[in-house]
Nanobody, 115 residues
Framework: QVQLVESGGGLVQPGGSLRLSCAASGFSFSFYTMRWYRQAPGKERELVATISNGSRIKNYADAVKGRFTISRDNAKNTVYLQMDSLKPEDTAVYYC????????WGQGTQVTVSS
């Protein structure tokens, strides 16, 4: 079955960096678009970044453009989110997502940006 497992979250000071990872299994990873979403307390889940199966197309939410970078390693079945210049408003649970006939989500990883 499809499994997505996020890691790499934590507590970081404003201006700092984190790299999230999402290890995928149970499907042909290299064929599918992957996405990162986030959900802050009291807010709806929002799309942060998208990467096509061959990494040629990458899209970002306006709020993270120029600070976050999505990438993938198809040999390792893993998608990454490099987050730089972090701000308190980036605090959220970050989720990995793909659509393989149905929507699949990981369990999420908490990112807290605070001094």
């Amino acid at each position: 079955q499809v499994q997505l497992v996020e890691s790499g979250g934590g507590l970081v000071q404003p201006g700092g960096s984190l790299r999230l990872s999402c290890a995928a299994s149970g499907f042909s990873f290299s064929f599918y678009t992957m996405r990162w979403y986030r959900q802050a307390p009291g807010k709806e889940r929002e799309l942060v970044a998208t990467i096509s199966n061959g990494s040629r197309i990458k899209n970002y939410a306006d709020a993270v453009k120029g600070r976050f970078t999505i990438s993938r390693d198809n040999a390792k079945n893993t998608v990454y989110l490099q987050m730089d210049s972090l701000k308190p408003e980036d605090t959220a649970v970050y989720y990995c997502n793909t659509v393989v006939k149905a929507d699949y989500w990981g369990q999420g990883t908490q990112v807290t940006v605070s001094s």
